[in-house]
Every structure is written in structure tokens, then in C-alpha cells.
């Protein structure tokens, strides 16, 4: 599951004269509220917990999502009185059920990746980590210096300075942040933790080209009404990578199947180099046949505890799984989803998409991973080991590759 936590209970009083009937996340911009855009940019991130920390006309907020957005899980995090930024995140992490957590605010749209987000501050071993944004003349804000490891060595006050990367105020929290560190009810989590507990907390930072606004001042909030009016927010520009399975994360077994956790071996190059790839995609998936449950081999059950386990190992070293999805049939049944037929990829851009599909990828091991690639238009990458020696003469993928290592350069040709 991954959860993320809305801070919507500003008062906002910079528009009040504008929205005098309504809390700021609610806000119209070009014919939606804000919130609107920002939920629907976290349900293309694969969001599906929603916790808001509100306050300020509340029941405005409350009716609006129950109205727009009844099928999700929603939770709310109601304050009888200002509790700071720090004292909002504190209570909505009684909420959670993860280990991390998305914090946002309701005011601002920064639409990144979460997925590259969340891996590097797995990969770093943040307690938090901050979205920054290179600004130009960032007056309004202030801005970081960060080491060559994406350590935050300093938070600068606001200056006259020519550029600098600022707090875009995007968020990835460990959930057992204060569990330790004890605070009051009330504080600012800018001020009392990330400025002045910099040497306690391990805070890193993650950079970012995308596009930001925050709404919270007149001046972007009427720019905000002709800027969004003009872009088409949704997720058919995003890129997603299709990965198989054995042969690729694992070792492939010939004349067999993984039958059990013992027999799943990684293979080498997964938590070398993988992570660094698939951070670059919006989406990341695993598409693979099982024929071994058709065959009665192993059950449904024991291949979801196998890929329970799969998912955890990968978690670990920053490479996040949006879905695997398998197809159990034997051949002979002649399905619509066993690869090299398409099914398992159309299904994915039916839960997730649309995509960007000529740029997005597939790596396979088997001439029927390249030629499912093909037929739906993604690029096609094969891998070679020691044991499909005779792989890819006729189907003929994009790239090939032996190791990981080469995807660097692969990413570099197809600019992701």
C-alpha cells in the first residue's frame, strides 16, 4: 500500500479576499479546486491511502472528497485548533500502516515520481527526504545545500540570490519518525525538525525538473488559473517499464519452476544496478507466465508468498513494484494474457494508465517477452545469460544486454 498524507488545514488567510467561502485546498483554478489535481496526480503515483490533516472549514474538505472521490480509502485528521505543520504530520502518522509515508501540501503541485522518490530514500536510508526544486530567484523561499551523497548539510533563510534548490514541500517519512524523538502537540515541522534537528534525523534530498506551483499567494494563484488551463494533466506521457521474471530478477531454472521461496535465487546484477533504472520510470511492473499453476505444480498462494518475499528483497534496495502480474495458464489453453500475447500489458494500462508507450520499456529473456514487447509498441530489451544462448536470432530486440551495468548507457540513448 502506499499512503500519502495531505496537509490541508491552513488557514489561508494571503487568499482569503479571493475564497472568502472556502479552505485553500479547495481553491478554483481553471474550473477544478486544487485539491483536484492533486489527488488525481497521487492516484496516477499508485496512492491508496489518502489521510488528511484538516482544520480550517473542514467540512468543506470532508464533503468534497466523499463526493469526488467515494471509492477510495480516505482518512481524516480533524484539528480542533492549529497544530503547526509539524504537530499536522504527527497525528496523521497515527494512520499509517507503512514504514513510509508521502507528505504534501494541499496548496502546492510539484507532480514527480514517487516511485523514483521512495526508492532513493530507501536506497540513502532517509528518515526524511525532501522533493527540492531548482528555482530561479527564489525569493519567497528558502534553500538547501546538499553533499554529493544527497545529505542536507544546511537549510539558507530566504535571500536575494540569483537560483537555488528549494523545499518544494514534498515529503518521504519514515512513520516511526517520532517514536523516539519526542515533541509537543504544537510545532512547525520546517522549523523544529528539519532546520533544527538536521544533525539528529538522517534528511536527505532528491532533485527535481518538474514543474511547480503553490497557490498560497495571489500573485501564483491567478498564474495558476491560466497555467493549468493550458496543460493536460494526466498520466498519458507517463513511462512504465515491464520487467519478466525468471531470467531477469531471478535465475532461470531450465525445465523447472521456482517452486518455493529457497529455489529463488536473484540474479547477481538486480541489487547492483536495477534500482537505478527503474527510477526512472513512472511505473514498474513484472509480467510474467506461470504455467507451473495451471500444471498443478504449486498453487496461486504459494507464488503470491513467493512474490511477497520478492517484493520485500527488492524494496530493499530501492527497486518498488507497482504490480506483477502473472499468467497461470499452460499453453495449451491458448489464453489471451501468456506472453507473446499482450494480455498481461493491456491489463496494466487498464489499472494504470495510459502510457507513454513508444517510450516505455520491456526486458525479457525469451524471444516471446521480445516479441510481446513488439507487437505492443514498447521497446524492447533482451537479456542474455548462460542459459538462452539461442535467444533474440530471429526476434531481433532493440538492445540486448548481458548485465544491468549496460542499461546506464541504454538510458542515456533513449533519454529517461
Given at each position: ?73 480516505c482518512s481524516?485528521?480533524?484539528?480542533d ?59 519567497r ?104 521474471r ?41 509480467i ?5 499453476i ?81 507487437e ?41
Open positions: 500500500m502506499r499512503e500519502a498524507i495531505i496537509l490541508a488545514g491552513g488557514l489561508g488567510t494571503r487568499l482569503r479576499h479571493l475564497v472568502p467561502d472556502l479552505p485553500k485546498a479547495l481553491a478554483p483554478v481553471a474550473g477544478h479546486p486544487f485539491l483536484h489535481y492533486l489527488m488525481t496526480y497521487l492516484l496516477e503515483q499508485n496512492v491508496d491511502h489518502f489521510i488528511f490533516s484538516i482544520g480550517y472549514k473542514k467540512e468543506a474538505i470532508i464533503e468534497f472528497v466523499n463526493r469526488n472521490f467515494q471509492h477510495l480509502k481524516f485528521v480533524e484539528e485548533s492549529p497544530l503547526g505543520t509539524g504537530g499536522a504530520i504527527k497525528s496523521a502518522l497515527k494512520y499509517t500502516s507503512e514504514d513510509l509515508v508521502f507528505v504534501l501540501n494541499a496548496d502546492t503541485y510539484f507532480p514527480i515520481s514517487l516511485n523514483y522518490f521512495e526508492a532513493e530514500c530507501r536506497r540513502n536510508k532517509f528518515q526524511i527526504s525532501i522533493a527540492s526544486k531548482l528555482m530561479e530567484k527564489p525569493y523561499y528558502g534553500t538547501l545545500d546538499v553533499d554529493h551523497n544527497q545529505r542536507v548539510l544546511q537549510f539558507k533563510e530566504k535571500a536575494e540570490i540569483s537560483s537555488g534548490f528549494i523545499n518544494a514541500g514534498v515529503y518521504a517519512l519514515r512513520t516511526n519518525l517520532f517514536e523516539e524523538e519526542k515533541m509537543p502537540e504544537v510545532f512547525s515541522f520546517e522549523k523544529d525538525v528539519l532546520e533544527k534537528k538536521l544533525d539528529l534525523f538522517s534528511i536527505g534530498s532528491s532533485k527535481f525538473e518538474e514543474f511547480f506551483i503553490d497557490i498560497g499567494i495571489e500573485e501564483d494563484f491567478i498564474r495558476a488559473q491560466s497555467l493549468f488551463k493550458n496543460m493536460n494533466i494526466n498520466s498519458k506521457n507517463k513511462r512504465a517499464l515491464f520487467l519478466d525468471d531470467g531477469v530478477i531471478n535465475t532461470l531454472i531450465p525445465n523447472d519452476y521456482v517452486k518455493t521461496w529457497s529455489e529463488f535465487k536473484f540474479c547477481d546484477d538486480v541489487f547492483l544496478h536495477l534500482a537505478d533504472f527503474t527510477k526512472r520510470f513512472d511505473f514498474v511492473f513484472v510474467t507466465n506461470q504455467q507451473c495451471g500444471k498443478k505444480i504449486i498453487t496461486s498462494d504459494t507464488l503470491d508468498r513467493i512474490h511477497d518475499m520478492m517484493l520485500i528483497e527488492l524494496k530493499s534496495v530501492g527497486v518498488i513494484l507497482n504490480k506483477i502480474y502473472y499468467c497461470p495458464h499452460v499453453t495449451a489453453e491458448n489464453c489471451d494474457c501468456r506472453k507473446p500475447k499482450t494480455g498481461m500489458l493491456k491489463q496494466a494500462v487498464e489499472d494504470f494508465g495510459p502510457f507513454d508507450i513508444q517510450n516505455s520499456v520491456f526486458i525479457g529473456d525469451s524471444d516471446s517477452d521480445i516479441q510481446a514487447a513488439k505492443f509498441g514498447l521497446i524492447s530489451i533482451g537479456k542474455r545469460h548462460d542459459k538462452n544462448h539461442d535467444a533474440f536470432i530471429k526476434t531481433n530486440p532493440n538492445y540486448v544486454i548481458e548485465n544491468f551495468s549496460s542499461l546506464k548507457t541504454i538510458a542515456k540513448e533513449i533519454k529517461i
